[in-house]
């Protein structure tokens, strides 16, 4: 058995050995700025407009102007938040999400001190989104709407082609961006299908290294850049372009594009077999997204009357990773946000635990977690307090 | 990831005295399952002995580890040693925890201390203490003013980042967070009036003199060099440099800097250190 079991890829992935290998000749022989007059910095030059190209496809943009490489997704989002709205400063009206990642959340929170109105749109108790809520809060105030394609804690997706429907019909001038972290090489991009003006994604998300990330701005936006400096990515995003790291992403993205059909339907599978067998062997565990549509490799399951990080420590001993949105485990000492927005119950809420698969995992590492966590989930189980609780749960499910 | 000591992995992966005693003397609760972590301690008490502890908690790596530790710490005990125990007394027990999970230590305290009080007040022994009246702070977490005031007490908190750390109290909605200032500036207030003005000459002197001995004198012989109280006029301390300090380029720094206010800290912001040659 392999000593570590990585279900932890919304966090961040393996780096795929085909990626790197994309990267070493610019990070050895070609090292030339891409920028340069000579022979020498032409392949550099080429490998940026290749990469541009591949990720015009990747997200099906009309054309490789519309791509900006950035260094991460939060890089991204700041971009695409602060540029729109720097650019037009006549509308002060924003709406997002409550769900949002901390990245777009909490430029938010810095807007509204510099006098911006940002409104939070809720969502149900399976994470789906308000639709409605969203409808009625659009005005002709609003500059923008910024909802993510899909949360990072529970997977579930947005529908981002119906969100930009309503958008539009209510006010076509408000732009609409989109953080795609987390579909990346999960589910097909689009832009041009779903009518989104700006879309941002991160290089480590799908199997290149952390440290890039691109930004799609479709060519009707402008955007005032956040980082000023020379005539890069088009006077967008200055700073001397991080070539090894742009060509690994873009292999990462054309890997991706190979292998969707693997994770929307192997991957899924894996997924699928894990959930329903934490299910059917612990008594007190549940599914807290419902039967909202997910992407295809992340599953939100409480444990109730436990705790989540003490679950994490547990299956760390055991080589396996996943991740928890309970106050103990991010420092904070509140609860997942997304998970309150749901409602999650406060018996569970601690206790949630996201698992999250990639084309890497394995049959065997997914039997391999079916068997051990019954048994960490029951030694935690035993220590709780609320014995009383956990007994009437376990005559239920019997 | 926490960097937790060997000891605190130790007792989350083995916990101690984990369970229920059917018919124990006293139990106490800390916490609630909304916050995220909670303690239960059942103790069973003869002749004023702790003679078994036994918990339940439901919480984090480190909560768990406090728990389990605590009931090591007091079996065997007298009631009166076991009450004497602090927070900090449980996280030193364990090597020490990451200063965000403090609050874990504190649980432990809390759910000892509510033990003893449904104890005493089931007239098991007669205490002619009188508990105070407590006004609760922070409402999220449950926080009342003793709870914040014996933290800073215990462990010298200065800031209201790090009674949050410690207590919980302000790591949510945050409008405790005045409140807690209050707490903490009152504090330090009083300790500063008690050696002002309840003082007499002699007892004065006596404290000056010990807060030399015991932490300026010791850290300056570190260094090679040492001091000597010479005469106290007023808020005027007369000092004198030896060894290597007497002489020594950065002797002003080290009386302005460390020496004066390691008084000022004790004694309040009127102390002037003034060096005799």
Same mark, same amino acid.
């Not at chain 1, 119906?162 to 579909?183: C, G, L, R, W, Y």
């Not at chain 2, 710490?73 to 996280?91: L, Q």
């Not at chain 2, 790090?162 to 209050?182: D, H, M, P």
């Given at each position: 058995m392999n000593n570590l079991i990585y279900l932890d890829n919304n966090a961040t992935t393996k780096v795929d050995e085909r990626v790197v290998e994309a990267m070493l000749p610019y990070l050895k022989e070609e090292y030339a700025n891409p920028s340069s007059m000579y022979d020498?910095?032409?392949?550099?030059?080429?490998?940026?407009k290749e990469a541009r190209g591949v990720i015009k496809d990747f997200v099906n943009a009309a054309d490789e102007k519309e791509i900006i490489f950035t260094s991460c997704g939060t890089e991204s989002a700041n971009t695409a938040i602060r540029g729109v709205l720097n650019y037009n400063k006549t509308k002060k009206h924003i709406v997002t999400t409550k769900i949002e990642h901390p990245c777009v959340l909490n430029v938010y929170k810095t807007l509204e001190k510099q006098g911006y109105k940002v409104d939070y749109v809720g969502v149900n108790s399976n994470g789906e989104l308000n639709l409605d809520e969203l409808r009625n809060i659009i005005t002709d105030e609003t500059a923008l709407v910024s909802v993510m394609w899909a949360n990072n804690e529970t997977g579930v997706i947005n529908p981002v082609g119906e969100i930009s429907q309503i958008i539009k019909s209510k006010n076509p001038d408000t732009k609409f961006f989109v953080d795609a972290v987390q579909v990346t090489g999960k589910i097909p991009i689009d832009v041009q299908a779903n009518s989104i003006d700006l879309l941002g994604i991160s290089g480590h998300k799908f199997h290149a290294p952390k440290g890039v990330g691109a930004l799609y701005v479709n060519s009707k936006t402008m955007i005032t850049p956040l980082?000023?400096?020379? @005539?890069? +990515?088009?006077?967008?995003?200055a700073g001397t372009e991080n070539v090894p790291y742009i060509a690994g992403m873009a292999?990462?993205? +054309?890997?991706?594009?190979? *292998?969707?059909?693997? +994770?929307?339907?192997? %991957?899924?599978?894996?997924?699928?077999?894990? +959930?329903? *067998?934490?299910?059917?062997?612990i008594y007190n565990s549940r599914v807290n997204t419902g039967i909202a549509e997910r992407v295809p490799n992340t599953t939100n399951i409480g444990f109730e009357y436990i705790e989540g990080e003490l679950i994490l420590l547990h299956l760390s001993d055991l080589g396996i990773c996943a991740s928890s949105g309970s106050a103990c485990t991010s420092g904070s000492l509140e609860?997942?946000? %997304?998970?309150? !927005?749901? *409602?999650?119950?406060?018996? !569970?809420? @601690?206790?949630?635990?996201?698992?999250?698969?990639?084309?890497?995992?394995t049959e065997d590492e997914i039997d391999y977690v079916i068997d051990k966590l019954p048994s960490v989930i029951e030694d935690i189980a035993r220590i709780s307090p609320y014995q009383k609780e956990l007994q009437t749960l376990k005559n239920l499910k019997n | 990831m926490w960097d937790y000591s060997e000891k605190v992995m130790d007792h989350y992966r083995n916990p101690r005295n984990v369970g229920v005693i059917e018919d124990a003397d006293a139990i106490g609760t800390a916490g609630s399952l909304v916050c995220g972590d909670q303690l239960?301690? #059942? /103790? &069973?008490i003869k002749d004023n002995i702790v003679t078994d502890a036994k918990f339940q908690t439901f919480g984090c790596g480190s909560a768990v580890a406090s728990s389990s530790i605590l009931t090591e710490m007091i079996i065997g005990k007298s009631v009166e040693e076991v009450k004497k125990i602090t927070n900090k007394d449980i996280a030193d027990q364990l090597d020490g925890l990451p200063p965000e999970k403090m609050h874990c230590s504190v649980m432990g305290y809390e759910a000892l201390e509510d033990a003893f009080k449904n104890y005493e007040k089931d007239g098991y022994v007669s205490l002619d203490k009188i508990q105070p009246k407590e006004k609760m702070i922070c409402t999220c977490f449950q926080v009342t003013d003793k709870v914040i005031l014996d933290a800073v007490k215990t462990n010298g908190l &200065?800031? =209201?980042?790090?009674?949050?750390? #410690?207590? &919980?109290?302000?790591?949510?909605c945050g409008r405790c967070k005045s409140e807690i200032q209050k707490i903490i500036d009152n504090y330090y207030r009083d300790i500063k009036n008690d050696s002002k003005s309840n003082m007499t000459d002699t007892q004065r002197i006596l404290k000056i003199n010990n807060i030399i001995e015991t932490q300026i004198s010791p850290e300056l012989v570190k260094d090679g060099g040492d001091i000597e109280l010479v005469d106290i006029k007023g808020n005027d301390i007369y000092v004198k440099?030896?060894?290597?300090?007497?002489?020594?380029?950065?002797?002003?720094?080290?009386? &302005? /800097?460390? =020496?004066?206010?390691?008084l000022k800290n004790a004694l309040g912001d009127e102390i002037n250190v003034i060096e005799v040659k």
């Amino acid at each position: 058995m392999n000593n570590l079991i990585y279900l932890d890829n919304n966090a961040t992935t393996k780096v795929d050995e085909r990626v790197v290998e994309a990267m070493l000749p610019y990070l050895k022989e070609e090292y030339a700025n891409p920028s340069s007059m000579y022979d020498f910095s032409k392949k550099s030059s080429r490998a940026i407009k290749e990469a541009r190209g591949v990720i015009k496809d990747f997200v099906n943009a009309a054309d490789e102007k519309e791509i900006i490489f950035t260094s991460c997704g939060t890089e991204s989002a700041n971009t695409a938040i602060r540029g729109v709205l720097n650019y037009n400063k006549t509308k002060k009206h924003i709406v997002t999400t409550k769900i949002e990642h901390p990245c777009v959340l909490n430029v938010y929170k810095t807007l509204e001190k510099q006098g911006y109105k940002v409104d939070y749109v809720g969502v149900n108790s399976n994470g789906e989104l308000n639709l409605d809520e969203l409808r009625n809060i659009i005005t002709d105030e609003t500059a923008l709407v910024s909802v993510m394609w899909a949360n990072n804690e529970t997977g579930v997706i947005n529908p981002v082609g119906e969100i930009s429907q309503i958008i539009k019909s209510k006010n076509p001038d408000t732009k609409f961006f989109v953080d795609a972290v987390q579909v990346t090489g999960k589910i097909p991009i689009d832009v041009q299908a779903n009518s989104i003006d700006l879309l941002g994604i991160s290089g480590h998300k799908f199997h290149a290294p952390k440290g890039v990330g691109a930004l799609y701005v479709n060519s009707k936006t402008m955007i005032t850049p956040l980082i000023i400096g020379g @005539h890069q +990515e088009r006077g967008k995003r200055a700073g001397t372009e991080n070539v090894p790291y742009i060509a690994g992403m873009a292999k990462a993205a +054309e890997l991706a594009i190979d *292998n969707l059909q693997y +994770e929307m339907t192997e %991957v899924k599978r894996l997924r699928d077999k894990l +959930e329903s *067998n934490i299910i059917k062997k612990i008594y007190n565990s549940r599914v807290n997204t419902g039967i909202a549509e997910r992407v295809p490799n992340t599953t939100n399951i409480g444990f109730e009357y436990i705790e989540g990080e003490l679950i994490l420590l547990h299956l760390s001993d055991l080589g396996i990773c996943a991740s928890s949105g309970s106050a103990c485990t991010s420092g904070s000492l509140e609860p997942s946000h %997304v998970l309150r !927005a749901m *409602n999650v119950p406060f018996t !569970a809420i @601690h206790g949630s635990i996201r698992w999250s698969l990639s084309r890497f995992t394995t049959e065997d590492e997914i039997d391999y977690v079916i068997d051990k966590l019954p048994s960490v989930i029951e030694d935690i189980a035993r220590i709780s307090p609320y014995q009383k609780e956990l007994q009437t749960l376990k005559n239920l499910k019997n | 990831m926490w960097d937790y000591s060997e000891k605190v992995m130790d007792h989350y992966r083995n916990p101690r005295n984990v369970g229920v005693i059917e018919d124990a003397d006293a139990i106490g609760t800390a916490g609630s399952l909304v916050c995220g972590d909670q303690l239960k301690i #059942y /103790l &069973k008490i003869k002749d004023n002995i702790v003679t078994d502890a036994k918990f339940q908690t439901f919480g984090c790596g480190s909560a768990v580890a406090s728990s389990s530790i605590l009931t090591e710490m007091i079996i065997g005990k007298s009631v009166e040693e076991v009450k004497k125990i602090t927070n900090k007394d449980i996280a030193d027990q364990l090597d020490g925890l990451p200063p965000e999970k403090m609050h874990c230590s504190v649980m432990g305290y809390e759910a000892l201390e509510d033990a003893f009080k449904n104890y005493e007040k089931d007239g098991y022994v007669s205490l002619d203490k009188i508990q105070p009246k407590e006004k609760m702070i922070c409402t999220c977490f449950q926080v009342t003013d003793k709870v914040i005031l014996d933290a800073v007490k215990t462990n010298g908190l &200065k800031t =209201v980042d790090e009674v949050t750390n #410690y207590t &919980k109290a302000g790591g949510a909605c945050g409008r405790c967070k005045s409140e807690i200032q209050k707490i903490i500036d009152n504090y330090y207030r009083d300790i500063k009036n008690d050696s002002k003005s309840n003082m007499t000459d002699t007892q004065r002197i006596l404290k000056i003199n010990n807060i030399i001995e015991t932490q300026i004198s010791p850290e300056l012989v570190k260094d090679g060099g040492d001091i000597e109280l010479v005469d106290i006029k007023g808020n005027d301390i007369y000092v004198k440099l030896r060894g290597m300090c007497s002489g020594c380029k950065n002797s002003t720094m080290t009386l &302005k /800097l460390f =020496v004066e206010s390691t008084l000022k800290n004790a004694l309040g912001d009127e102390i002037n250190v003034i060096e005799v040659k």
